[in-house]
């Protein structure tokens, strides 16, 4: 079930090929993947030069977008090795570019001029007016921080002409958007190189002697959001997951897909098919759910 023709995507996580051909065919509309540089997945299996080719070729034909992260920062020393690491991806066609590092962002807008450039969650766009900014910059869309509100997310459709993607499903970080250096103090890996080695989600000491999980949080779901997430004018429904199977990245792309097709067909049989939803996505994974911010 490939909803071509929906005016809501739903954009699920690659972390290589055959992930990306069970999301295609599970109903994703676009599929992000990340190369072997530059991405906030460093730790991925990822793709090569020939496997995002090979990617972009399937998915297209399949009427799925594909979306590149260069979502790390840069040194400046990198500019060079940046330029090729984007060059086969502009040219087999790839729809657009997922960017956190400003400097990035100029640099792509001088050498891949025609290029749609999407603004990372990691940017830390937490309102209409860095939305506006952006879209004055040339971005196409902005992926909200994570902390947002849905209210807050409204403003932007409401006074920003630029499209709007917004996380729905996954792990969320402990910290702001993009902000967080707990991985880079406790270790020397930095999360915005990559590299996060995710000292949130150990267990910590909390009276000498009992370990607890004192900082990770649930992952998030909103799969009963959908009709309020549609409301504040959300376009692409983001799922996190680069790291995850290919079973779970289809199963939850799937359900998202229907609990989307069957509120915009009728919100009753939406409220009739929520047991479904939550079967299936509570099958596969174990941990716990919130909302997040969104309320």
Known sequence: MNNKHSKIEVLAPCGDYDILIAAV?????????????????????????????????????????????V??????????????????????????????????????????????????????ITSRYGAEFMKQQGATRVVTAREMSLAEIRAIKEHVDIEVETFVHGAMCFCYSGKCLMSSFAGGRSGNRGRCAQPCRLTYSANGISEKYLLSPKDMCTIEAVPDILDAGVYSLKIEGRMKTALYVATVARTYRKAIDDYLESPKKYEENMEWYRDQISNCTYRQFTTGFFY
Request: aromatic share 14%; net charge negative; hydrophobic share 40%.
């Open 25 to 69: 065919h599970a109903g994703a509309d676009a599929c992000y993947i990340g190369g072997n540089s530059f991405g906030a997945r460093a730790y991925a299996t990822n793709f090569d030069e020939e496997t995002i080719k090979q990617a972009v070729t399937y998915a297209h034909l399949h009427g799925v977008k594909v979306y590149l992260t």
């Open 71 to 124: 979502n790390t920062l840069l040194k400046q020393e990198e500019l060079p090795a940046l330029y090729e690491y984007i060059q086969p991806f502009y040219e087999i066609g790839g729809d657009a570019l997922i960017i956190q590092d400003l400097g990035v962002f100029s640099y792509v807008r001088e050498q891949f001029p025609d290029i749609a450039i999407h603004c990372s969650t990691q940017m830390n």
